[in-house]
Structure formats: C-alpha cells, structure tokens
C-alpha cells in the first residue's frame, strides 16, 4: 500500500492548478451566532465539475504517462468522482468509462455524459458496482482511478485543506463529510504535516455510519448498501483512507437524516448557496454537538453542489 506524503500534495497542487478554482470561504454570524463558534465554509461546491473530487481526478489524470492515459480512465461512482473523472479526461482529451449506480441523480449522470464519460449502470450496492466495473476495465484495458482508496486521488484532495490553512490561518479544527474517506484522508494528510495543533474532525449521516463505527471499532467495518439523503456518503473505507483516519482523525459524529435536511435548507437559506446534503452534514453534526465546538475556529468543508432539483430531500415521492 502506497502512502502519500506532503510532497505528493505540493506537487499535486502544481499539477491541478491550471484546471481547478481555488475556491472562496464564506462566512455567516447567523451561523456563528446559532453555533456558538467562527464556522469558515470552504466552498468546494463553487468547484470545477461542482465538487471537490475534481482535485483528484485532475491530479490522477494529468499525472498518467502519455502512453497510460491513450487507454483511457475508469472509476466507479455515485456521481462527483464520475463527474470529476470525466471532467479531467475531457481536459486531457482521452476516454473516461464509469460505472454508476442506476438510483444516481439524475443530474451527476447528465454531467458525465456532457463532460464525455461513458456510463455503465450498476445495481446500488458496493458488491455490484464492483462486479460491474471489473468487466468495464476488462473490456477497455483503462486505468483505474478510483474514487478515494488511490494515493494520487487522496494527494489532490489534500490541496483544499492546503487552500483552506492560507486563506484561514489559526484554526483549531476542520471538519468534513466523510464516505470512502478521500476528503477527510486528504486533509489528515495536510494538516498533520503543516498544522498539527488542528483537530479534524469527520462527519456521517446515522443511516450510512460505517465509518463511525469502525473508529470506535479499531476496524474496517463496510457496509453494502445503506440508505440517506447524503447520497455521496453511502460507501465504505478502504485501506488506504483507513490508514488516516485511524491515525489522524480526532472523532466521528454522526446526524440523522432529519438532522441533515435541516442543516441543508439552513444553508441555502441563510448563505445562500446551494449545496449537497451530504455538506450539510459537517454543519449538521456542529448543531447537535454544539459543546465539542463552541469558542473554536472550525474550517467546515462544503463538499460538493451537484444536486438533482428534481429531487430534492425534503421533498416527498
């Protein structure tokens, strides 16, 4: 298992820079106020692709020799790292092949395909998406870069906490969504190294807490197929993310998923972005451990914004 290091960080901001933003923090004194701490949104959702996952794949695929990269890219996805990967391919000018689950929103599969990905479609479960993009990759000879368990993937989301340390300096924690566990992994691997004093802190919704439970476990513990609103958070820690967070990781909070839909309408509403559930569930876990945060400074990692307006999660059928 390859470790990335600091250095993979640097050179991975190198390499993305001229195909990503570097997105602004936000702040709001209702929120402070409401919290009881100085919250800084670091706005991923303003992101190339609309997502943090961009950093990565950018940094995967412009890292490829040209002869590796002629064959193409290929990952599996529930939409942002699709949409990320496709992105960077369609930058590069080589193929992208993705294997998504057929319940993805609507609007990450509409991304792909305008961003040139070719999409397979899987059942919603870890066992099938698996399944499928084994003979995908069989078939297209790709190069796998997957969504989080991949050290050129977790180096380029280390570049957000790398924007988020100069733009915010002196904060006592960071706190960030977490699924497979590349953005907390990313982040882990920054700031141990250039701010050690911060505490980072992971956040998951109650109905898909694999990796809450793992934590207090000592051990991958994975979920197949769980069920919430936060459809960016539903897959399990790998190896290589579980190396960071277990290493790294001050705690895991968990939110229901009432808890989240009230955090997500309280964002749009009193910021005035628009974001994925699966960001508000930093915000959500602030809420109800208000006593964990109050009187610090907490970069809060907004994630991604690609959400399917047809299918909002307050909204029944």
């Known amino acids: 298992m390859q470790i990335p290091t600091f250095a993979d960080v640097e050179a991975a901001a190198r390499r993305a820079a001229p195909y990503i933003h570097r997105t602004p923090v936000l702040t709001s004194s209702f929120l402070n106020a409401l919290t009881g701490a100085e919250l800084f949104f670091k706005c991923e959702n303003f992101q ?25 890219v290929a990952t599996h996805s529930s939409g942002n790292h699709a949409l990320s990967l496709s992105y960077a391919a369609g930058r590069r000018g080589i193929p992208c092949h993705v294997v998504m689950p057929r319940t993805a929103p609507q609007a990450k599969k509409d991304a792909v395909r305008g961003y040139g990905g070719q999409i397979t479609e899987c059942e919603p479960s870890t066992s099938s ?40 300096p002196g904060l006592d924690a960071v706190i960030a969504p977490i699924g497979g566990g590349g953005m907390v992994s990313g982040t882990c691997l920054t700031l141990s190294t250039i701010a050690p004093q911060v505490k980072i802190y992971a956040a998951e919704p109650e ?23 936060a459809d960016g958070l539903k897959v399990p820690l790998k190896e290589l993310t579980w190396h960071f967070v277990s290493n790294h990781v001050t ?67």
């Open 129 to 168: 998406r698996e399944a499928v993009f084994a003979e995908v990759e069989a078939r297209t000879g790709a190069e796998f870069v997957h969504p989080y368990n991949d050290p050129r993937v977790i180096a380029g989301q280390g570049t957000c906490s790398l924007e988020l340390n100069e733009q915010v």
């Open 207 to 229: 109905q898909a807490d694999d990796a809450f439970r793992s934590f207090k476990a000592g051990q991958i513990i994975a979920d197949d197929a769980p069920v919430t609103v």
């Open 251 to 317: 705690d895991i909070l968990t939110a229901s998923e009432q808890e989240i839909v009230d955090a997500t309408k309280l964002t749009w509403a009193r910021m005035k972005i628009v974001m994925e559930a699966s960001s508000a569930v930093p915000l959500a876990t602030i809420l109800k451990n208000r006593e964990v945060f109050a009187g610090k400074r907490v970069g809060v990692i907004i994630t991604g914004g690609n959400v399917d307006l047809d299918k909002l999660p307050w909204i029944e059928g």
């Open 48 to 72: 190339k692709a609309g997502a943090f996952k961009v950093r990565g794949a950018c940094n995967a695929v412009f890292g490829l020799s040209d002869e590796n990269a002629a064959k193409g």
